[in-house]
């Protein structure tokens, strides 16, 4: 191979994220955990509370406006006309998957360790089917979302908590896709267009819900779907993620895909019940839900305690602080 390519001289992968996204904290603790060096892979921020995954840039990646997102460089011929191409991948759970897989046992890292990467991927068919499980409980789209655990309101008064924060954020939204929109030529249906009108139009309900609290005509509807996600979702998201963990990890003693993924999760709904990352913090989760039979389950707590003190995780939420 001339001296030209080396593996220094290829492209390398960029990850598109934003510091307090839930889901992008899965591929950040991954890349901790595997021992990534930070001058392997480029972490671009995308500001989703600015409305920046509606730019007709960023819609390009990805069509669905959401980080994570990793743009990988495929590498076609190693010859002197050496043309890379890229492949994007577009959720936490592809991307993960290949952040493991993209590093064996076998290598070493560059700079962060010289351990020798560590296997994230379940070896049998039993873990294979409880991550799965676990994964899927948790990025289903009808559970225990955890942006919407973030952004809802279950009284008139949490409404008003929280009107300020979120106004700005849907404000911020509508303009970022107006402008996007506004790109768009006249009168012509694109697939690209009919995705910003469709976040347009759900987007200026969340900007009522918030500007107008319970005045808005959508109040009543959010309240209750909010006071579902709180006192029958969540309990039960928690009630099935107890039976599913083995302990202290998803999968057992050795940490997993579906460990991160919980990670961020619990990281969330831990945050938004005023909790930090301290063991006993967990238990907010069970006074925020307020009924009085739900109690938060062994594995869960043990769970808990046992991320907190890993290096990823301290490297994700510096000083405990979650998001
Ligand atoms: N299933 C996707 C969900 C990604 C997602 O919802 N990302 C959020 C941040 S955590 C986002 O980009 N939100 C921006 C928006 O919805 O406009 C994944 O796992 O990556």
């Known amino acids: 191979m001339p001296d030209s390519h080396t593996r220094a001289d290829l492209p390398k992968a960029v990850l598109y994220s934003w510091p307090v996204s839930v889901w992008c904290s899965v591929p950040r603790l991954a890349l901790v955990e595997k021992g990534y060096g930070s001058e392997e892979i480029i972490i671009k921020a995308v500001d ?33 006309d050496e043309e890379s191409q890229f492949r994007a991948l577009r959720d936490s759970v592809t991307i993960t998957d290949f952040i493991d897989s993209s590093r064996s046992p076998l290598s070493k890292t560059n700079t962060t360790s010289s351990a020798p990467a560590p296997s994230l991927s ?32 279950r009284t008139p008064a949490e409404l008003q908590a929280g009107k300020a924060v979120n106004t700005a954020l849907f404000a911020n939204r509508q303009e970022a896709i107006e402008a996007s929109l506004s790109e768009q030529p006249e009168g012509v249906t ?32 959010f309240m209750e779907s909010s006071k579902t996600l709180w006192e029958v979702t969540l309990p039960d998201t928690f009630k099935k993620l107890d039976e599913l963990i083995i302990g202290p990890f998803c999968l057992g003693d050795q940490l997993s895909v579906a460990d991160l993924h919980l990670a961020a999760w619990l990281a969330r709904a831990v945050s938004v019940c005023g909790g930090t990352a301290k063991a006993e913090d967990v238990e907010k989760v069970e006074e925020k839900i307020g009924l009085q039979e739900f109690k938060i389950g062994q594995k869960v707590k043990m769970f808990w305690a046992a991320m907190i003190v890993r290096p990823s995780f301290k490297a994700v939420y510096p000083g405990g602080v979650l998001h």
Request: no cysteine.
């Open 190 to 221: 694109s697939k690209l267009r009919t995705f910003l009108e469709g976040r347009s139009e759900s987007n200026k309900v969340s900007l009522d819900i918030w500007s107008k609290g319970a005045e808005s005509v959508h109040a009543k509807e």
């Open 48 to 80: 989703i509370s600015k409305g920046d995954q509606f730019s007709t840039a960023f819609l390009r990646l990805n069509p669905h406006g959401t980080v994570p997102t990793l743009v990988v460089p495929l590498e076609r011929s190693l010859g002197p």
């Open 122 to 153: 379940p070896a049998t068919i039993e873990g294979s089917n409880i991550s799965k499980a676990i994964i899927s409980l948790l990025h289903d789209s009808k559970g225990a979302d955890p942006n919407f655990l973030k952004r809802s309101a």
